[in-house]
């Protein structure tokens, strides 16, 4: 069983829907948790940050950690053409190293 | 703003050669790490180093190697380049420091690099 698991998509929704994406993991050491966005033939960018489990807003975006369902989620709200990329969810338990899922591509259909 | 540079955007190279990819980072950071970024296959850890001189092998470490003589370079080496290593080669680094942002990568632009 891998460590992180993301269904890679991809996913095409109409501009200004609501975009729902998610990974489940299998390692309950897990406590930093990110998404990146990539966009393509580009390097991951950093999206949002999260420590332990909750919720973290910032702007249109939305990250959500369940630790005690192993699962973690990301929520756009509004999607905009320039919200098409691929979306990494990545987590660590602290030793420096991230396990990241496979990316899910989103297209945002104007 | 933490930046990652890498030496190459794109790159072709023939079998056989050697092929040295560069990594620079401008944040102090005490980890570097190379990855390799490949269709429906996701991103795979070659090597990555928390301090200078110091190496870990990843998960796909055959067929490469690195050095790392300086904190901010981190350079791979691909020894005798073949086709199946044509891909997109991802460097990456972040701070061993306790505090908001723990354990949080951050990439370069990538290298994509074409072993003909």
């Known amino acids: 069983q891998k460590e992180v698991e993301q269904d890679p998509g991809p996913l095409s929704v109409p501009e200004g829907a609501i975009v729902s994406l998610n990974c489940t993991y299998s390692?309950?050491?897990?406590?930093?948790f990110m998404w990146y966005r990539q966009y393509s033939r580009k390097g991951p960018e950093l999206l949002m940050y999260t420590y332990s489990s909750g919720n973290k807003e910032d702007g249109r975006f939305t990250a959500q950690v369940d630790k005690s369902s192993k699962y973690i989620s990301l929520f756009i709200r509004d999607s905009q053409p320039s919200d098409s990329a691929t979306y990494l969810c990545?987590?660590?338990?602290?030793?420096?190293?991230?396990?990241f899922g496979k990316g899910n591509q989103v297209v945002v259909i104007p | 703003d933490v930046k990652v540079t890498q030496s190459s955007r794109y790159l072709v190279k023939r079998t056989g050669e050697k092929v040295f990819l560069e990594c620079v980072q401008d944040?102090?950071?005490?980890?570097m790490f190379w990855y390799r970024q490949d269709p429906g296959l996701g991103l795979r850890l070659i090597y990555f180093?928390?301090?200078?001189?110091?190496?870990e092998k990843g998960d796909i470490p055959e067929g490469y190697s690195v050095s790392r003589e300086k904190k901010e370079r981190f350079s791979l080496i691909l020894e005798s380049a073949s086709t199946n290593q044509t891909s997109m080669y991802l460097c990456?680094?972040?701070?061993?420091?306790?505090?908001?942002?723990?354990?949080?990568?951050?990439f370069g632009p990538g290298t994509r690099l074409l072993v003909l």
């Open positions: 390692n309950s050491a897990f406590q930093y």
């Open positions: 990456a680094s972040s701070s061993s420091l306790t505090g908001t942002s723990q354990e949080t990568q951050y």
């Open positions: 944040m102090d950071h005490e980890n």
């Open positions: 990545a987590m660590s338990y602290g030793n420096n190293r991230l396990a």
């Open positions: 180093s928390y301090d200078v001189k110091m190496k």
